[in-house]
T-cell receptor, first 114, second 110 residues
Framework: DAGVIQSPRHEVTEMGQEVTLRCKPISGHDYLFWYRQTMMRGLELLIYFNNNVPIDDSGMPEDRFSAKMPNASFSTLKIQPSEPRDSAVYFCASSLHSAKNIQYFGAGTRLSVL | EDKVVQSPLSLVVHEGDTVTLNCSYE??????LLWYKQEKKAPTFLFMLTSSGIEKKSGRLSSILDKKELFSILNITATQTGDSAVYLCVREDSNYQLIWGAGTKLIIKP
């Protein structure tokens, strides 16, 4: 298995632009998680899905952030409009229903908002 | 407050040394405690602990949990430069929520 695949690996954009991050979870995994990691705040859970349904989005910082999972093999995290404080590494992770806490992470997307 | 506290925040040792990383948590609402290793990219799973006093071991790494005192330790013996990473402790509560610690940054000098 190729593991969790995220794209793009790096994204540089200007304040106010829309940013879309993509994730392909491991085939057969029931859970998908979106995290944000910064030096100041560490790893923060933004939202997670179970069988494509959003379960907990309490970590989404504000309405500028939205996430979708249209099918079992694809999810997006969108920021519109982006701000410099959104600069971070965004990770996607997936796990099995039988072991939700053992998560497999993608390589991350490093986002820089200028 | 529901926190996971790791110590030290950073640690520099020489190759061959043994290190102990600490993780404490503040509530008894508990299902499991996990350790992850994060090198330059994504965190990777190391151990999951659910019972007190039972050591989990993988090569030079081992971990143990004390549910009474609400802490866990991660030991690495005969450290190598490849052990340099951030080690993350995570608590899973009874609602299956994960609370992540800030991590311990370990640097192994040759």
């Amino acid at each position: 298995d190729a593991g969790v695949i995220q794209s793009p690996r790096h994204e540089v954009t200007e304040m106010g632009q829309e940013v879309t991050l993509r994730c392909k979870p491991i085939s057969g995994h029931d859970y998908l998680f979106w995290y944000r990691q910064t030096m100041m705040r560490g790893l923060e859970l933004l939202i997670y899905f179970n069988n494509n349904v959003p379960i907990d989005d309490s970590g989404m910082p504000e309405d500028r952030f939205s996430a979708k999972m249209p099918n079992a093999s694809f999810s997006t995290l969108k920021i519109q409009p982006s701000e410099p404080r959104d600069s971070a590494v965004y990770f996607c992770a997936s796990s099995l229903h039988s072991a939700k806490n053992i998560q497999y992470f993608g390589a991350g997307t490093r986002l820089s908002v200028l | 407050e529901d926190k996971v506290v790791q110590s030290p925040l950073s640690l520099v040792v020489h190759e061959g040394d043994t290190v102990t990383l600490n993780c404490s948590y503040e509530v008894t609402n508990f299902r499991s405690l996990l350790w992850y290793k994060q090198e330059k990219k994504a965190p990777t799973f190391l151990f999951m602990l659910t019972s007190s006093g039972i050591e989990k071991k993988s090569g030079r790494l081992s971990s143990i949990l004390d549910k009474k005192e609400l802490f866990s330790i991660l030991n690495i013996t005969a450290t190598q430069t490849g052990d340099s990473a951030v080690y993350l402790c995570v608590r899973e509560d009874s609602n299956y929520q994960l609370i992540w610690g800030a991590g311990t940054k370990l640097i192994i000098k040759p």
